[in-house]
């Protein structure tokens, strides 16, 4: 391998930490973020403005990297090669070298161009235009943000190194290296459009859940944002309005909403509670009617099966509840899930709880749907 194409190799290497920085790059501080940030200034503070700085800059470094590589090789003592190169041994090379020039003049015009007009004709600008009132500017409501950004309880989520979603109490924001996409909260629609699995290890026990959600807006083009099942809690708690998921995609919020549903499917299979009392309000939600009673139905033989299996129960063996039905489906199996540690989820559904009322020790077979004598 010669010299040249070991540094070439390196180049690309850098270039792709430096346009795409995974973890590694990341922890040694190597990102333009870090090394420009006395330039960028505070994103804290200045939000909006932050952004159209590091867009500008992404796009003059991502330009100039071509340019970047041939000075080096020349530094090196490739001279002759770099210089061969803009003579021709191809057109191929040629026309690398010839670019490689004019893609750096050309980015600095641009963005001498939107410094010259104040920033009004650049993409970042050009999005925040699209939601004035009136006669507002889009400083107005690069303002607007930027104050809400500062506050608490702003929600920033990365969807993978180079795109963040960023949701304040009244926008949501796709940061991307050279834009910003962003709608009014009062005025968007979010859908949960497609949801994709991915195993994280051959074993299949670690698997992250990515979903693709639209987020529609009057006075923007639709822009889809993405990011793993287990943040959907955080965006969803701080969005005002809630997320739609089509019919057709079927998800699992977390490990707890995946038991919950199995949960649910094992106690549709006990036997019913027959009782014709009226049941009341769920005592958990106050919505749902109760719909469940806890009675002793295990055996003692499969408490005694658990135990030669090796499912020590510190809760010992189920009791009986004498406690009316005061709780619906959902709750229970809320309130059960609570009271398990996650390091035994594989054991969940072997596993015991207390009622909540009385404390009277209950298993997944000991929840009974209630009936109606007549059924
Ligand atoms: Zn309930
Ligand atoms: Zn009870
Ligand atoms: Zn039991």
């Not at 803009?86 to 161009?113: D, E, M, R, V």
């Not at 009322?357 to 929840?367: E, Q």
């Amino acid at each position: 391998m010669s010299e040249e194409f070991v540094f070439t190799l390196l180049y690309l290497l850098i270039c792709l930490g430096l346009i795409y920085p995974l973890d590694v790059f990341i922890g040694a501080g190597f990102t333009i973020k870090n090394m420009f940030s006395s330039f960028l200034g505070s994103e804290k503070e200045r939000f909006i403005m932050y952004h159209i700085k590091k867009s500008m800059l992404n796009i003059f470094i991502y330009s100039s990297l071509p340019l970047i590589y041939l000075i080096l090789l020349f530094i090196m003592g490739y001279a002759e090669e770099v210089s061969s190169l803009f003579i021709g041994t191809t057109i191929y090379w040629q026309t690398f070298a010839a670019t490689s020039i004019a893609l750096p003049i050309l980015a600095l015009f641009q963005i001498q161009k939107w410094i010259y007009d104040k920033y009004k004709t650049h993409p970042i600008a050009v999005n925040l235009s699209k939601h004035c009132n009136n006669n507002n500017t889009w400083e107005t409501v690069a303002t607007d943000i930027e104050n809400e950004y500062r506050r608490f309880g702003t929600v920033c989520i990365e969807s993978n190194p180079v795109i963040t979603i960023v949701v304040t109490e009244n926008w949501v924001c796709k940061v991307t290296p050279f834009t910003i996409f962003l709608a009014h909260q009062s005025d968007a629609t979010l859908n949960v459009k497609k949801v994709t699995n991915f195993e994280m290890s051959d074993m299949g026990t670690n698997y992250a859940q990515f979903m693709n959600i639209e987020v529609k807006s009057t006075r923007m083009d639709p822009f889809t944002i993405r990011i793993k099942s287990e943040n959907f809690v955080d965006l969803e708690t701080r969005l005002s309005r809630t997320i739609n998921v089509l019919p057709n995609v079927k998800f699992h919020k977390s490990v707890n909403d995946q038991f919950i549903e199995i949960f649910k499917e094992t106690v549709e299979k006990n036997h019913r509670y027959v009782t014709d009392i009226e049941p009341d309000i769920c005592i958990g939600c106050l919505e749902a009617r109760s719909a469940i009673k806890l009675q002793k139905q295990c055996t003692y033989r499969s408490y005694e099966e658990n135990r030669l299996l090796g499912h020590h129960e510190e809760l010992g063996e189920c009791t009986d509840c004498f406690c009316r039905p005061m709780w619906c489906l959902d709750c229970i199996s809320k309130w059960f899930v609570s009271r398990q540690t996650i390091h035994e989820k594989h054991l969940w559904l072997s596993k015991k709880c207390s009622c909540p009322m009385c404390r009277a020790t209950f298993c997944v077979l000991d929840v009974s749907l209630l009936s109606n004598s007549e059924e």
